[in-house]
């Protein structure tokens, strides 16, 4: 198994896209919760990341909503079947943890949905932080809450393309509705 890594500039610091065996498997900010040690993103070399660093380019565009790229999710296969249900939730638009437990046929395990969530290796590509509490609010994000809320302010035309808020766009409150 083979392990490369590149970084990229982002409206939200620098990024850290890691492949295994020339795919995707991972893609952390730069204050990722559950990153792991840089050691084991191997050397870095830009070459197997050209399309994940386009497809990158064109989201903080605004100019891509769907990410088209192929996947190495390591984890178990109920984290997989969460990751797998997040990029099914539309740009632009929020799931409770409730939710996407029900549409996985389990509405009881919203705590392990949020839980899987959490672990999730692959940010902004595999969206996450499209993922809220039950009345809309902002839970936590592997990132950081901060870059949640703007990241959903962005996808939601709410921020310029910098997905940077704009001077009085979303308070601290700030609830999403849920789609």
């Given amino acids: 198994m083979r392990r490369q890594h590149t970084?990229?500039?982002s409206p939200y610091g620098t990024l850290?896209?890691?492949?295994?065996?020339?795919?995707?498997?991972?893609?952390?900010l730069p204050q990722h919760r559950h990153r792991p040690a840089e050691e084991t993103f191997g050397e870095?070399?830009?070459?197997?990341?050209?399309?994940?660093?386009?497809?990158?380019a064109a989201y903080f565009a605004g100019d891509l909503t769907t990410f088209d790229l192929p996947l190495h999710q390591a984890g178990t296969p109920f984290q997989r079947t969460v990751w797998d249900a997040l990029v099914r939730i539309p740009y632009g638009e929020t799931r409770s943890y409730g939710q996407l437990a029900a549409a996985l046929g389990n509405p009881g395990a919203s705590r392990a949905v949020g839980l899987a969530n959490g672990r999730n290796p692959i940010s902004i590509v595999v969206p996450c932080h499209?993922?809220?509490?039950?009345?809309g609010s902002l839970t936590g994000y592997a990132g950081g809450v901060s870059t949640k809320k703007a990241l959903l302010a962005f996808e939601r035309g709410r921020t310029g393309a910098t997905g940077v808020p704009e001077s009085g766009a979303l308070g601290e409150d700030t609830l999403f509705a849920l789609s």
């Avoid at 870095?44 to 386009?54: H, M, S, Y």
């Fill in 7 to 9: 970084l990229t500039d």
């Fill in 16 to 28: 850290t896209l890691v492949a295994t065996d020339g795919v995707l498997s991972g893609l952390y």
């Fill in 44 to 56: 870095r070399d830009d070459r197997p990341f050209g399309p994940a660093l386009d497809q990158l």
């Fill in 130 to 135: 499209r993922v809220v509490g039950a009345n």
